[in-house]
């Protein structure tokens, strides 16, 4: 989760995360009967300056603050859900182009155009054309486009440049992997990297009510602190060592 985001989780909903970015999460936890949000999956949402300082306010008054109520509200009525960007890559069950499909999931900087593999299956590649996008609903080219993203976001996450990732699924120009990388997730490569010196901390939460996660900066952080619910902070973990969890 990049800086200036963060995450809604219903209650009930069991979830993990890995820290990959040198800094704090903030996670509140809202009662279920004094939460007016009744969103039923995991949604992102943008934390602009103002929600961040209505957190910020939050924490510094007490639950009798006659502000409370008013600042609450407006936390409320900004939440806002972002569209999704899933990374879903349909496999299809043709075996004509499954093969092709298994072999670019296994290495998706092949560079083998259409033509090529309808040489190879034996098929031509109108035919192979129509199969992609009968069975994805892409084309040959935006479904692999799709596969080298995702695979991108692996390696990103692991530390890899993006320079050797842009490289690694298949773009000679680091240029072209940005813009298809932009055009596949509305964000740049690099949001996917870890800050040097941060590395993955698996940690699995059940909460009962409703929670959001935000993401800070490096050595940076917000503290909500609702009359609705609690709040934890999330501070860089070392490998091996688990994140902690709050549970409403």
């Known amino acids: 989760m ?7 989780v219903p209650g009930g909903v069991e979830h993990a995360a890995s820290v990959l970015h040198a800094g704090e999460i903030s996670v509140v936890v809202f009662a279920p009967d004094a939460c007016p949000i009744r969103w039923t999956e995991p949604t992102g949402i943008a934390v ?6 209505l957190f910020a306010h939050l924490a510094r008054t ?4 006659p502000s409370r109520p008013h600042a609450e509200a ?3 009525a900004l939440l806002t859900p972002l569209p999704t960007h899933d990374i879903h890559v349909s496999m299809p069950s043709d075996p004509q182009i499954r093969v092709i499909a298994e072999q670019l999931v296994a290495d998706p900087a092949d560079p083998r155009e259409l033509a090529v593999w309808a040489h190879q299956v034996n ?3 109108r035919t192979l054309s129509r199969l992609f996008r009968a069975e994805t609903g892409l084309s040959f080219t935006r479904w692999r486009t799709k596969v080298r993203v995702r695979a991108a976001i ?4 692991e530390g890899t440049t993006v320079h050797a990732t842009a490289r690694a699924v298949g773009y000679r120009k680091p240029s072209a992997f940005i813009d298809a ?3 596949a997730t509305g ?3 690099g949001t996917y990297a870890p800050v040097e010196g941060a590395a993955p901390a698996p940690g699995t939460r059940a909460d009962t009510g409703g929670d959001i996660g935000t993401g800070s900066g490096a050595g940076s952080g917000t503290g909500p602190g609702l009359r609705t619910g609690t709040q934890r902070k999330f501070p860089t973990a070392r490998a091996g060592e688990p994140a902690d969890s709050a549970h409403g």
Not at 154 to 157: C, D, E, P, T, Y
């Open 74 to 76: 407006l936390l409320f």
């Open 123 to 125: 098929a031509g590649v």
């Open 48 to 53: 602009g300056p103002l929600l961040r300082e």
């Open 62 to 65: 007490g639950p009798a603050d």
């Open 2 to 8: 990049p800086p200036g985001y963060g995450m809604w």
């Open 187 to 189: 964000q740049t490569p």
């Open 154 to 157: 692996r390696l990103l996450a």
């Open 181 to 183: 990388f932009r055009r």
